[in-house]
């Protein structure tokens, strides 16, 4: 008997997000930037999708409008089956804390004049953890990332590049997500911390069944930690298939040509 397939999680439907070019005294609409364009993809309870394009190419503002914090003009994004682009603010809200970012820059990610602890507990309280319950968490989840829990009372400025990164994970699994949208955030760390900080992303998806969609340039980094892979260019999917076929026999002329500027070929 072959087992029903597990449903996904997070689906992108035809999503479009155009933005008007107004011209003229009376800024008048002339024209739309199409910076995502009938975009398509599923994500899976426990698998990372890669979506992989060169700076412009749409895939933030991906990520941008599944946090519904960059409107889309049409196409759906069902969390679980439900829509939440129509969704108001109020109504989203409540899924908010399920859909969670690892920002970019780690440095300026963070509040500079609040501890790691005090900042990793805000979060849980914004998800309904009491004072005592968050600072309690905070402190696991400094253990779940692999930062040492001296750490809790100091600034982000005591902390290297790829801890603060580290620090930033975990104030997102404070708020116990089942999504994790991780927008470039390796780029700004050396290899050793990306090698580390994808390490730790893989743990925690078989640890706790997370669905991340990782959101990156390189394809080298999304080679090491996708299930599947969704190649961007000017705004739409070029190719979409599993990472290994996709890195090791690419289908899309501009696949190609981003795996020969990658250092080194057959990633997976």
Known sequence: MTPSPVPPILEVKNLRVWFPVRTGVFRRHTDDVKAVDDVSFTIEPGTTVGLVGESGSGKTTIGRAILKLTPATSGAVLFNGKDILPMTESEFRPLRRQVQMIFQDPFGSLNPLRTAGATIARAAMLAGVDRRSARALA???????????????????AFSGGQKQRIGIARALAMNPD?????????ALDASSQAQILDLLRKLQKELGLAILMITHDLRVAAQISHRIAVMQAGRIVEIGPAGRVINSPEHPYTRELLHSAPGRGLV
């Open 139 to 157: 402190s696991e989840l400094f253990d779940r990332v692999g930062l040492p829990r001296e750490g809790l009372d100091r600034r982000p400025s």
């Open 179 to 187: 999504v994790l949208i991780a927008d470039e955030s390796l780029s």
